[in-house]
């Protein structure tokens, strides 16, 4: 992981010297990612043990002005799980993130075929919590599932360097950073608990990857 960040990461941060030139932003794209990145399972439930390590995207965006455009991201981020057992129960959780994004890109600069974009905006955040205990004096039967949902915010930041391969499709090396605003989800009252599943925490994450674009 940290070896792919820094080859990308170099690759982007290199762009702008490589291709001083300024070029327009397509009139429009759509396209899909997939970037490995931190699963944080920790701050998503109290005894998170996995998760994905995989965000998945749709992306469209329209052009504004020459160097100027707006669109959205569609994200899965994937499903963290947790696990406990002790002598008289077992007990699981699961939690699945989506977010939709709305996004500001600005053309740095780049040539006809490569180019160096930044991406920077802010949506919705919307989490499924889903818990299972069962007793296991009657040999660990699952009980019914008990579920919570929540909706917080989600801040975006991020840089892209596409390559155009001829009129109508391109890639992308991109890297992003989600500021996951949760909020802190604990019981104020250690008498009064919630289940684990249902504890979480703000954090970020920061992924890598590469996407394929249908532009015009």
Known sequence: MRILATVVLA?????????????ELPRGLIGAFVMLS???????????????????????????????????????LGIATGETRGASFHSTGEQRE??????MRVRVTGRERIAF???GGAGALFQRHTAETAPCFSGCAVS????????APVLVAGADMPIRFGRRFSIA???RYYGLRRGDNTPDDPRQPIPWQFEHHSSARFGVGGSARVTW
Request: hydrophobic letters at 45%; a negative charge; glycine letters at 12%.
């Open 11 to 23: 690759v982007i941060a290199s762009a702008p010297q490589a291709f001083a030139q300024s070029s």
């Open 38 to 76: 931190d699963g944080d399972p920790e701050s998503r439930m109290r005894l998170g043990g996995e998760a994905r390590p995989w965000v998945l995207a749709g992306e469209l965006g329209v052009r504004l002005a020459p160097r100027f455009g707006i669109g959205a991201e569609a994200i899965d």
């Open 98 to 103: 989506r977010a939709v994004v709305g996004l």
């Open 117 to 119: 974009d930044l991406v």
């Open 144 to 151: 019914s599932p008990t579920a919570y949902s929540h909706r």
């Open 173 to 175: 090396a991109i890297g």
